[in-house]
């Protein structure tokens, strides 16, 4: 398995609260990827980053922020969690041209 | 848009079964093509891969996919399932160098009875 660790694995919170989500990675890979995974919609994108503080939004970035100041880690943030962001959330990784993308283990969020 | 869409939202089948699962895209230009399966509770894990070449595509654990161009389909197949192939199975695809920028279909949950 690819060397991507998701923090922490499962994290329960309350509505309004911030919430940080961590991937790092151990393969030096350029790009990485934040999805959440909900029934019925499969994987949908979050945000994405080819490198180095240069990061852009997926499909599903509303309420949600992300940062990469070192090339091993990509953070995720809900700035202020809602119910609808209950869901698992997977970080991946890929080192680009004719490379599948690699899971973490995900993080399941919950907000009540 | 550029979508990707499975046609089985749940398949039972008994062991020794033949699989088939469809995938169809909607993209413009080059595609790249992947199934992913995902165990209770895990992550994904990557099945097989489509970036080129011969269109008849093996992968892990006796899966194969045929990328047929001209129907946008990219449909898994297996001759002989086991229980233990129980699992939801995931369709992918990225357009041209939009590396790991995935539409995901749906998934299709597969139940194989002993």
């Known amino acids: 398995d690819a060397g991507i660790t998701q923090s922490p694995r499962h994290k329960v919170t309350e509505t309004g609260t911030p919430v940080t989500l961590r991937c790092h990675q151990t393969?030096?890979?350029?790009?990485m990827y934040w999805y959440r995974q909900d029934p019925g919609h499969g994987l949908r994108l979050i945000h994405y980053?080819?490198?180095?503080?240069?990061?852009d939004k997926g499909e599903v970035s509303d309420g949600y922020s992300v940062s990469r100041s070192k090339t091993e880690d990509f953070l995720l943030t809900l700035e202020s969690a809602t119910s609808s962001q209950t869901s698992v959330y997977f970080c991946?990784?890929?080192?680009?041209?004719?490379?599948?993308?690699?899971f973490g283990n995900g993080t399941r969020l919950t907000v009540t | 848009a550029q979508s990707v869409s499975q046609h089985n939202h749940h398949v039972i089948l008994s062991e020794a079964a033949s699989l088939e699962l469809g995938c169809n895209y909607s993209?413009?230009?080059?595609?790249?093509l992947f199934w992913y399966v995902q165990y209770p509770g895990q992550h994904l894990q990557l099945l097989l891969k489509?970036?080129?070449?011969?269109?008849l595509v093996k992968g892990i654990k006796g899966f194969e996919a045929e990328f047929i161009k001209s129907k946008f389909s990219f449909n898994l197949r297996k001759p002989s399932v086991q229980w233990s192939d129980t699992a939801e199975y995931f369709c992918?695809?990225?357009?041209?160098?939009?590396?790991?920028?995935?539409?995901f279909g749906q998934g299709t949950i597969l139940t194989v009875h002993p």
């Open positions: 991946a990784i890929t080192a680009g041209y004719n490379s599948p993308l690699h």
């Open positions: 393969e030096n890979h350029r790009y």
């Open positions: 980053s080819y490198g180095v503080k240069d990061t």
């Open positions: 993209y413009g230009g080059t595609v790249n």
């Open positions: 489509y970036f080129s070449g011969d269109p």
């Open positions: 992918a695809a990225y357009g041209g160098t939009s590396y790991g920028k995935l539409t």
